[in-house]
């Protein structure tokens, strides 16, 4: 079992930065995947972002590629998604998933793990 708790989430104006993080407990952590999604108001949930077991392999959404940034630090069991020149349409609850699978995934039907989500609002 991987337990994940995200954490950094605020309220930012636009253009402003945001860094968040996902702890994840147990001991096979740098054998997963990783990844984040969002979910905004009355909106279905979207991928973001994910990241290779050894972090050589990222993937990122075509909305936030050139201003997003995942990385993993696997000595601290900690996965990071930089956020810059933040958006209004960025606004979302953002979530941390690991999957067991050692591909990069896009579906999150397909993950293993979630954690609850920390929320981004950021305003005009």
């Known amino acids: 079992q991987v337990q994940l708790v995200e954490s950094g989430g605020g309220l930012v104006q636009a253009g402003e930065s945001l860094r968040l993080s996902c702890a994840a407990s147990?001991?096979?952590?740098?054998?997963?995947?990783m990844a984040w999604f969002r979910q905004a108001p009355g909106k279905e949930r979207e991928f973001v972002s994910a990241?290779?077991?050894?972090?050589?392999?990222?993937d990122y959404a075509d909305s936030v590629k050139g201003r997003f940034t995942i990385s993993r630090d696997n000595a601290k069991n900690t996965v990071y998604l930089q956020m810059n020149i933040l958006k209004p349409e960025d606004t979302a609850n953002y979530s941390c998933?690991?999957?067991?699978?050692?591909?990069?995934?896009?579906?999150?039907?397909?993950?293993?793990?979630w954690g609850k989500g920390t929320l981004v609002t950021v305003s005009s």
């Open positions: 990241l290779s077991w050894n972090g050589g392999v990222t």
């Open positions: 998933a690991a999957s067991r699978r050692n591909v990069l995934l896009r579906n999150a039907n397909l993950m293993d793990y």
């Open positions: 147990g001991r096979t952590f740098n054998t997963y995947t």
